[in-house]
């Protein structure tokens, strides 16, 4: 913020704070110690911003084993993040199941899973 006010930007950490949201930028570390601002991945859909907010609400962590990543999620909020989750039709994939706090997601390869659970821990570390 500092860089920006220099730069002649008349900012407060209020409107940085909402145009990073608006952006899809999640802190994420840089690999020094410090952190950075990445883009999620996630912006295949109309649907994303929602499904980001329905996500950092709702999720308490994100696990794999092999091509499955498990969402899990407040009690009883598993099935309206994983109705949003759908909405986001991504082709690595293959389908989705909800119960009351837990969400699976089986993805076409482990790498696919692999990537996802990434992309989904980075969405947390940023919220």
Known sequence: MLK???SGYSVTQATV???????RLVKVPD???????????MRSSANTSKFLAMFTDNVTSVTRGQ????????????????????SINRENIVGTLAGE????????????AESLTEEMQKMLIGA
């Open 4 to 6: 920006l006010c220099e």
């Open 17 to 23: 704070s909402r145009d990073i949201n608006s952006l």
């Open 31 to 41: 690999g020094s110690g410090g952190y950075k601002y990445s883009e999620t991945g």
């Open 67 to 86: 091509n499955i990543v498990c969402v899990k999620c407040l009690t009883g909020m598993a099935q309206a993040v994983c109705a949003y989750f759908d």
């Open 101 to 112: 706090d837990t969400i699976f997601v089986l993805c076409k390869t482990e790498k696919d």
